[in-house]
């Protein structure tokens, strides 16, 4: 049962390099509910990993710098909800929590852990389905063992790295070639990834890729299109419309998903009837065998030499300001913003309290 004005805590921030993408987010989320169906409670996780819980958000706001909240304002986590030990009746956990974070520390289930030490629904994947979404490696594993069509790739560690430098180098222009794709196995927003279009770019392309992950992933390059859908749902999946990115630029970088007007979304993308069937069921199936839960935006390359579909990734928290790919899919397919982040909020309660019937115990 859903409760009647249930409350939610909106999780933002976060110790990731896309810090500032999740405040951008939190704060369309926090205007777009309905404050007369939820009560909102911010919860700020500043930049080093402090969180910070705000009081009930009653109004829109008017500027996201009104999300950040310091430790002098407001109740710092101690001595709230946010503690698996605590025992005070007044320290009241909210009925669900939407943690609005992008990157490690967040979209990673380590946020989902602590809520499921915490007994609190939540929003989305699970630890197992966010953890297996943030690692590139681990993700393109599980896509390799259920047969997924996706990129030529190779993990390197910091340690193959540093002790083997020259031998990884000629290993990843025999395994791979050039030109490829090198990226820290765990990141997002295209963020310390670098395109390699001679073998003398290795080098400085790995080491930059290392300064956010200890391990990296090498992917050959895909000429093609590529094509984003949207999956919401626990057991039973819905699909959005695809779309697709076009961009002037070399690949779908940082600068063109945030700050580029050359980059544009076209949605429902130009696709036969055929490849919109392949991509729905390859989204589904790559959402499950994540053990994806709630939402997904599962992204595509069309190789234009034989038109195949081949997986890049599945983003278990894609961007969700209202001009996000996530959310215009959504719209396009007949959910508004506001009603998505409903149903997304009715998904985690579900969830939850589906996982009440789980025994923790022999009777
Ligand atoms: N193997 C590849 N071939 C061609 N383009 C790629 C490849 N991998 C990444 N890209 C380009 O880089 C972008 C970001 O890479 P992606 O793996 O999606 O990382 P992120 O998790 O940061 O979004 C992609 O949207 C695409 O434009
Ligand atoms: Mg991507």
């Keep these: 049962m859903v409760p009647k004005k249930p409350s939610v805590a909106i999780i933002y921030g976060g110790k990731s390099a896309e810090y500032d993408v999740s405040l951008q987010t939190a704060f369309s989320v926090i205007n777009a509910i309905n404050k007369d169906h939820y009560k909102i409670i911010p919860v700020h996780i500043t930049n080093s990993g402090r969180w910070i819980e705000g009081h009930e958000v009653t109004q829109q706001l008017d500027y996201k710098e009104q999300l950040l909240l310091d430790e002098n304002s407001h109740q710092s986590y101690s001595n709230k909800w946010l503690t698996p030990m605590s025992i005070n009746p007044a320290n009241q956990k909210p009925d669900i929590a939407f943690p609005l974070l992008h990157g490690p520390n967040g979209e990673d289930?380590?946020?989902?852990?602590?809520?499921?030490?915490?007994?609190?629904?939540?929003?989305?994947?699970?630890?197992?389905?966010?953890?297996?979404?943030?690692?590139?490696?681990?993700?393109?594993?599980?896509?390799?063992?259920?047969?997924?069509?996706?990129?030529?790739?190779?993990?390197?560690?910091?340690?193959?790295?540093?002790?083997?430098?020259?031998?990884?180098?000629?290993?990843?222009?025999?395994?791979?070639g050039i030109p490829c794709f090198i990226k820290p196995a765990n990141n997002g927003s295209?963020?310390?990834?670098?395109?390699?279009?001679?073998?003398?770019?290795?080098?400085?392309?790995?080491?930059?890729?290392?300064?956010?992950?200890?391990?990296?992933?090498?992917?050959?390059?895909?000429?093609?299109?590529?094509?984003?859908?949207?999956?919401?749902?626990?057991?039973?999946?819905?699909?959005?419309?695809?779309?697709?990115?076009?961009?002037?630029?070399?690949?779908?970088?940082?600068?063109?998903?945030?700050?580029?007007?050359?980059?544009?979304?076209?949605?429902?993308?130009?696709?036969?009837?055929?490849?919109?069937?392949?991509?729905?069921?390859?989204?589904?199936?790559?959402?499950?065998?994540?053990?994806?839960?709630?939402?997904?935006?599962?992204?595509?390359?069309?190789?234009?030499?034989?038109?195949?579909?081949?997986?890049n990734e599945v983003n278990t928290m894609p961007g969700f300001t209202p001009y996000s790919m996530f959310p215009l899919l959504w719209k396009h397919t007949g959910l508004d913003y506001a009603d998505l982040i409903d149903k997304l909020i009715r998904l985690g309660i579900e969830r939850h309290q589906g996982r009440k019937a789980i025994r923790y115990r022999l009777d």
Excluded at 116 to 142: F, H, P, Q
């Design 190 to 311: 295209s963020i310390g990834i670098n395109q390699c279009k001679a073998g003398d770019d290795i080098e400085k392309a790995a080491d930059e890729a290392f300064y956010y992950d200890e391990k990296v992933i090498v992917e050959e390059k895909i000429t093609g299109r590529e094509i984003e859908i949207g999956v919401i749902g626990n057991d039973e999946l819905s699909v959005s419309v695809p779309g697709e990115i076009k961009t002037s630029s070399d690949y779908y970088d940082y600068q063109s998903k945030y700050n580029d007007g050359d980059t544009s979304l076209m949605i429902p993308a130009d696709l036969s009837e055929q490849k919109v069937n392949e991509i729905e069921e390859l989204a589904k199936k790559a959402f499950k065998c994540l053990d994806c839960k709630g939402l997904s935006r599962v992204d595509f390359f069309i190789r234009d030499s034989d038109q195949a579909v081949l997986i």
């Design 109 to 176: 289930g380590t946020v989902q852990g602590l809520l499921e030490l915490l007994d609190i629904a939540y929003v989305g994947s699970g630890v197992l389905g966010s953890a297996a979404g943030m690692d590139k490696v681990i993700m393109k594993d599980i896509f390799k063992s259920h047969g997924l069509k996706q990129p030529k790739y190779l993990s390197v560690t910091k340690y193959e790295w540093t002790h083997n430098k020259q031998q990884m180098i000629e290993k990843i222009k025999a395994d791979i």
